[in-house]
């Protein structure tokens, strides 16, 4: 299993980014999958899930209205499209796939089996 993530760079706040994260090593379309980040100096946060067909979209919610989590899976490829970045937004964000049997509403980061390696995302003016 791998993920790789990119996309992330420096915004000012008010920017967009979009993160994807390529999978392979495995049945990309079967896994629930999400994205978490970690800011400086705390622990890993869960930001937004995404089920198989991607009909199903979470988010918490300090991004709701302002990130956008989809799929294609004849891609390989997860996506976060995020708009109206805060300075609060800065954070190494990881996508990570839920193990499998775990639902697709999981927030507990307990439930992810398989992490990428991040990209860094910074807002500042």
């Known amino acids: 299993v791998q993920l790789v993530e990119s996309g992330g760079g420096m915004v000012q706040p008010g920017g967009s980014l979009r993160l994807s994260c390529v999978a392979s090593?495995?049945?990309?379309?079967?896994?629930?999958m999400s994205w978490v980040r970690q800011a400086p100096e705390k622990g890993p946060e869960w930001v937004s899930g995404i089920n198989t067909g991607g009909g199903s979209t979470y988010y918490a919610d300090s991004v709701k209205c302002r990130f956008t989590i989809s799929r294609d899976n004849a891609k390989n490829t997860l996506y976060l499209q995020m708009d109206s970045l805060k300075p609060e937004n800065k954070a190494l964000y990881y996508c990570a796939g839920l193990k499998p049997g775990v639902v697709d509403t999981t927030t507990d980061l307990e439930d992810f089996g398989s992490w990428g390696q991040g990209t860094q995302v910074a807002v500042s003016s």
């Open positions: 090593g495995f049945t990309f379309s079967s896994w629930h």
